[in-house]
């Protein structure tokens, strides 16, 4: 059974940073590109970022948060990270760690980041 379970949410100022984890268990971690989502209050699930199965792998990053954003995997730990840096408001939103194992896609319970002054 997949389960993915994020965490490291937060409370963080502007220009803030933040780390997300997500755990991974119940399929082939290292086989599997794995994915970071967002979804704000009102608007639509987005990509934020990919990795590939193979490190060093085509990552992906969203034009939002380009340079800003950094994601990272570790095959051993079954593990995949977001490290979030200069936080704006506008990065608020659940972020949701995914996997597509065809032909479905999962989701973990998501974790709430939120940017404030």
């Known amino acids: 059974q997949v389960h993915l379970v994020e965490s490291g949410g937060a409370l963080v100022q502007p220009g803030g940073s933040l780390s997300l984890s997500c755990a991974a268990s119940?399929?082939?971690?290292?086989?599997?590109?794995m994915s970071w989502y967002r979804q704000a209050p009102g608007k639509e699930r987005e990509l934020v970022a990919s990795i590939a199965a193979v490190v060093p792998g085509q990552i992906r990053y969203a034009n939002s948060v380009k340079g800003r954003f950094t994601i990272s995997r570790n095959n051993a730990r079954n593990t995949v990270y977001l490290q979030m840096s200069s936080l704006n408001p506008e990065d608020t939103a659940v972020y949701y760690c995914?996997?597509?194992?065809?032909?479905?896609?999962?989701w973990g319970q998501g974790t709430q980041v939120t940017v404030f002054s």
């Open positions: 995914s996997v597509v194992i065809p032909p479905e896609r999962y």
């Open positions: 119940g399929f082939s971690f290292k086989t599997y590109t």
